[in-house]
């Protein structure tokens, strides 16, 4: 059974920083591309960020180019969100996806709060 379990949340101030992460369990992880999604309060879930098996190729929302970074440790079964230069509007829970037989798994979410 796949499991995707995040981490990291909190809350930080404008311009602060945070790093997110999400172990998989139940999965040959190394075979499937993963993402990171949001969803903030009286909004629908947005893609933030997306990367591929090897970690060789990445694509990210509009909002977050040149702030966030997405990447993988494919022995340890974990994808991670560097998140930087936080705003007020990256306020939501983070959610981790992994896309297998066209079936969508998600973690339990991490809520993170920009705010001073």
């Known amino acids: 059974q796949v499991q995707l379990v995040e981490s990291g949340g909190g809350l930080v101030q404008p311009g602060g920083s945070l790093t997110l992460s999400c172990a998989a369990s139940?999965?040959?992880?190394?075979?499937?591309?993963m993402r990171w999604y949001r969803q903030a309060p009286g909004k629908e879930r947005e893609l933030v960020a997306g990367?591929?098996?090897?970690?060789?190729?990445?694509n990210y929302a509009d909002s977050v180019k040149g702030r966030f970074t997405i990447s993988r440790d494919n022995a340890k079964n974990t994808v991670f969100l560097q998140m930087n230069s936080l705003r007020p509007e990256d306020t939501a829970v983070y959610y981790c996806?992994?896309?297998?037989?066209?079936?969508?798994?998600w973690g339990q979410g991490t809520q993170v709060t920009v705010s001073s």
């Open positions: 996806n992994i896309r297998k037989l066209w079936t969508d798994y």
């Open positions: 139940g999965v040959t992880f190394q075979n499937y591309w």
């Open positions: 990367i591929s098996s090897t970690g060789g190729s990445a």
